[in-house]
């Protein structure tokens, strides 16, 4: 089940970086991401029986394979030790791993889609090759931003702070390793095949240049506005 002490301990991080400064706010994204990625480390050295076990989660549902959608879930899975995937058959964004980093990884979805979704609203009568653009250019931003801060992990290790010890990068390379065979291991049992979506072009530079610098100044501070919610907490389960 999911750890709720995790996901308050999280909440009060990113209070404490409660910033108009766009970097400052993106900088305590990356200290939960640390934090979690902690949290999955000490459950590991409890032993095997003490692991999560590898489940799936629904994230969203859409007619067609949506580029800018996936490109953020893509990201946010990558970050969080998921996989991200999409039906063909039925449509519906899946997220694969432990129930912990789905429900994490499904809350930053919903906050970045809906980011992306007011900030499209600014750009109304510049037609729809524009707003499509705008939309990728966002979300290839966000992607890179969300799969940098995994890889500074995986380079630089994790600093000690008050709930967990210094990690090495090595361990946490280890960790995120970990969950990657877990996964692969799940989706072989229920015989799941998975191939590459190929990316499609934009037909606006102007809107991916716009999109593009607009994902640079998303906040991925989310969870400071909502984590230390009770009523939010409770609503954050696996469906």
């Given at each position: 089940?999911?750890?709720?002490?995790?996901?308050?301990?999280?909440?009060?991080?990113?209070?404490?970086?409660?910033?108009?400064?766009?970097?400052?706010?993106?900088?305590?994204?990356?200290?939960?991401?640390?934090?979690?990625?902690q949290?999955?480390?000490s459950?590991?050295?409890?032993?095997?029986?003490?692991?999560?076990?590898?489940?799936?989660?629904?994230?969203?549902?859409?007619?067609?394979?949506?580029?800018?959608?996936?490109?953020?879930?893509?990201?946010?899975?990558?970050?969080?030790?998921?996989?991200?995937?999409?039906?063909?058959?039925?449509?519906?964004?899946?997220?694969?791993?432990?129930?912990?980093?789905?429900?994490?990884?499904?809350?930053?979805?919903?906050?970045?889609t809906?980011?992306?979704?007011k900030?499209?609203?600014?750009?109304?009568?510049?037609?729809?090759?524009?707003?499509?653009?705008?939309?990728v250019?966002?979300?290839?931003?966000?992607?890179?931003?969300?799969?940098?801060?995994?890889?500074?992990?995986?380079a630089?290790?994790?600093?000690?702070?008050?709930?967990?010890?210094?990690t090495?990068?090595?361990?946490?390379?280890?960790?995120?390793?970990?969950?990657?065979?877990?996964?692969?291991?799940?989706?072989?049992?229920?015989?799941?095949?998975?191939?590459?979506?190929?990316s499609?072009?934009?037909?606006?530079?102007?809107?991916?240049?716009?999109?593009y610098?607009?994902?640079?100044?998303?906040?991925?501070?989310?969870?400071?506005?909502?984590?230390?919610?009770?009523?939010?907490?409770?609503?954050?389960?696996?469906?």
């Open positions: 089940m999911v750890d709720r002490n995790l996901l308050e301990k999280i909440s009060k991080l990113l209070a404490l970086a409660n910033s108009p400064n766009e970097h400052e706010a993106a900088s305590a994204a990356e200290k939960a991401a640390e934090l979690l990625a949290h999955n480390l459950v590991a050295d409890l032993g095997q029986d003490k692991d999560e076990d590898i489940t799936k989660g629904i994230v969203d549902k859409t007619g067609r394979y949506v580029t800018w959608k996936m490109w953020i879930l893509a990201g946010i899975a990558n970050a969080n030790g998921c996989q991200a995937m999409r039906s063909t058959y039925s449509g519906e964004m899946r997220l694969v791993g432990t129930e912990t980093n789905i429900t994490v990884s499904q809350s930053l979805y919903k906050y970045l809906a980011v992306v979704d900030l499209v609203k600014q750009h109304r009568g510049k037609g729809r090759a524009f707003i499509n653009a705008f939309r250019g966002c979300a290839t931003r966000l992607r890179q931003r969300l799969e940098q801060g995994r890889k500074n992990m995986e630089k290790g994790i600093v000690a702070n008050a709930d967990y010890n210094s090495s990068a090595i361990v946490v390379r280890s960790m995120f390793e970990k969950h990657t065979l877990a996964i692969q291991a799940y989706l072989k049992q229920e015989g799941v095949k998975c191939k590459t979506q190929k499609t072009g934009v037909n606006s530079d102007l809107g991916f240049s716009f999109g610098i607009a994902g640079e100044k998303i906040s991925l501070n989310y969870l400071n506005q909502n984590l230390h919610k009770d009523k939010f907490i409770k609503q954050l389960t696996i469906k």
